[in-house]
């Protein structure tokens, strides 16, 4: 089985965005680790702390991806993020998949 630290670099930050589903789910489950909970940010700021965790420079993509499978949760008009205090799990988004 490959592993996330695959796609790292030695500052610990994604070099790319996983093709694999499994893999992809373990980045996202890696970059929703670096949010505060109980913390609103704002889209800029989510940016700035997603920036700082990649390195291939599309930190809407990773938004959007957090967002889809509820690691984060928004405002309807994107002026607000969190993270969800409830996390999914690795298996109930497998199942999602199956």
């Known amino acids: 089985m490959s592993k996330l630290e695959n796609f790292l670099d030695k ?6 965005f996983p093709a694999k589903r499994k893999m992809k789910l373990q980045a ?4 929703a ?3 505060e ?3 609103i940010y704002t889209e800029k700021e989510v940016n700035e702390l997603l920036n700082r965790w990649h390195t ?4 809407a993509t990773l938004r959007r991806e957090l967002y889809n499978h509820m690691f984060i949760g928004r405002e309807l008009s994107g002026a ?5 205090p409830v996390q ?3 298996e109930d988004l497998e199942k999602k998949y199956e």
């Open 88 to 90: 999914p799990s690795l």
């Open 33 to 35: 680790s670096k949010f």
């Open 11 to 16: 500052e610990n930050r994604l070099i790319a």
């Open 37 to 39: 909970e109980g913390k």
């Open 28 to 31: 996202l489950f890696y970059l």
């Open 56 to 59: 291939f420079g599309d930190p």
């Open 80 to 84: 607000s993020y969190w993270l969800e």
